[in-house]
Every structure is written in C-alpha cells, then in structure tokens.
C-alpha cells in the first residue's frame, strides 16, 4: 500500500469514530418515564371524563328458557279383532272421528259362510230338542236325552251368537273419539288382532311436556303457574306431575302442564309434537349494571371508560345485556366496584 492510500484510510476510520461517539453522547429517543410504552388510543383515554360512576352489583331474577312439546295423554292404537283383508278405509289422517265411526271393512266373506253354517247347525239342535222333548212328554225317551239334545241347542246357539259377533268385527270401528294421527295400513292389507291400522289421539287430553335441568328441581312445584308461548299465543299453565327421576344420560327431569283451561278454539289448532317454550325463575344472579350514558359505541364494539388502580382512564371492551331503569346490564368486561366515566 503507498503512502497516499494509507493516509486516505486512517481519515476515514476517525470520521467513522466520530460519529459514533456523537451518536452515543446525543439526547435519547425513547419514551420518557412518565409514558406508559403500553398506552395506545384503544386504552388509554386522551381526556378525562367529567362524570363518573361506580359500577353496581344486585340481584336479578335468573330465567331459563327451554323447549316444551304438546302431548296426548291418551295414544290410542286400533287394531282389528278377526282376521280379514282390508276392503275399504274410511278415515284418514287429521280427521274427527266420533266413538263407534267405522273406521276400515275387511273382506266378510269367510266369517258369512261361518255364519250362515252357525245358524243351520241351530236349526238342526233346535229341531232335535224339540223333538226329544216330545218323546220324553210320551214317556218314550229319557230325561237324559233331553239333557244331551239341550246341550247341543245351547252349544249351537253359541255358536251362532260367536259368528255373528266376529262378523260384525269385520267393520273397524273407533273405540274413543278422537283425531286420526296416522292410517298404517290401507286397501289390500291383511289385518289380523294385535297389527295397528290407526292411531288416534284425545284432542281433550293434551299436555305440555318439557324436560329441565335436574339442578332446577328446586324451581318447579306441583301446583305452580308456569308461563310458555306456542307461536304467537302466551299462556300461562299448572304444573301437574313432576317424574320421580331423572335421565341419567341427559341429567333432565320431565315435568307436565296441564292445557284442559286453554280455549277449545287454541286447543283445536294443536297436535302432539307442537313446539313451544316455557320460561321459568331458576332463583337470583348477580347483576352488573352501569348508567346508561356511560356506554360507549366505538364502530361495532361497546366500551367505557374505567379507572384503572393507576387512575388512569382507559377504555374497556364489554357486553351488555337487559335494561333496567336507567341502567344497562354488563354481561363481561365488569365485576363491579369499578369506577366508570363519561362526559355527558
């Protein structure tokens, strides 16, 4: 290296030592100590509130609302007493129907036949123990002859009377009334005792079933006035009958209203499987309320103004909940004790 090219590299390396000795000795850039490095516009408040309030805790009325379904008490489920093929339906589904209203006709030929050869058997007994009875009048036959041919009469007429029933069961008929909830089986089916061919249910015997937590047990009571909504319509009905237990898979207990005070008018318009809901006072919960004033709307989100232990204001995300006079309920963001402030 020449003389000329060392000088020009011993003036650089002093610039460079001069700058970074003015750099270390120059005013710091960082913030002060009276700043908080964590303030932003979001928490702290750039101006203090004229109005201030403590935020208060009560208590509210804690309510519960859960499902509740229409039921009937009386499921009816009509089978045919003899055997037959079904000829004819005369009810369907959603239909009235009166108690002894044909419902189906199975095929009759069969049990005619039976019939017609039941009443030909009584002719012959009555006819024999007539003609026994003669004999032993004249004192030619015995009185136990007489008792065999009266067997007979009565066995016959047994018969007969047996016939004749099952062929008057060829016509299915309602045994209560009520509403078709379903037609199972149709034209072309065989029937025979004991397979369903309608089921009916008893307008006037609906209820309201409803399952809830087995931890609001001490909530409900025989006797109480329990208010639910079906719809439009709000009502308010009796409990009668609470279950003895509890569902061990879904921790419910079954609890029942009655609906016999409802109007015949809003009656006939349900149907077992109605959904409603019923509302009831599961006891107290503490309320966290705040003036209204103090809420602050910023974009979507709702704040206040808090005093922190600093005294500081900053602005706090919450959410609210029910109004009350002139406070607002605060669902998160408060536990009450805090001071609030906003400047009207």
Known sequence: MS???SWRAIQFGAVAMLLGAMAACGPATGPGPDVDPNASFLTLARQVPSTTAMVSVSEAQLWREVPTSVRSL????V??????RIMQVHAEVGDRVEKGQP???????VLTSLNDSAKAALELATAEKERVQRLVDAKVASQRELDAAQSVY?????ALDLAQTDLKRTVVRAPVSGIVEARLNGPGDLAFPGK???SLYDPTRLVLDVQIPIADRHAVDLGMELPWAIGTHQSSSRVTEIAPSSDPRSRTLRVRLELGQQSQEFLHTLAPGTFGVLRYSAG????VAIPQQALLQVGQVQMVLVQDEFEQWRRRAVRTGNQRGGEIEILSGLIGGETVGWTP
Do not use: C, M, W
Not at 284 to 287: D, E, G, H, L, T
């Open 284 to 287: 107290k919960r503490p309320f």
């Open 74 to 77: 009386d499921h009816i489920s």
């Open 103 to 109: 419902l189906a006709t199975l095929d009759d030929s």
């Open 79 to 84: 089978s045919a007493e003899v055997n037959g």
């Open 154 to 158: 009565k066995r016959a007429l047994a």
């Open 196 to 198: 369903p061919l309608y």
């Open 3 to 5: 003389l000329h090219q």
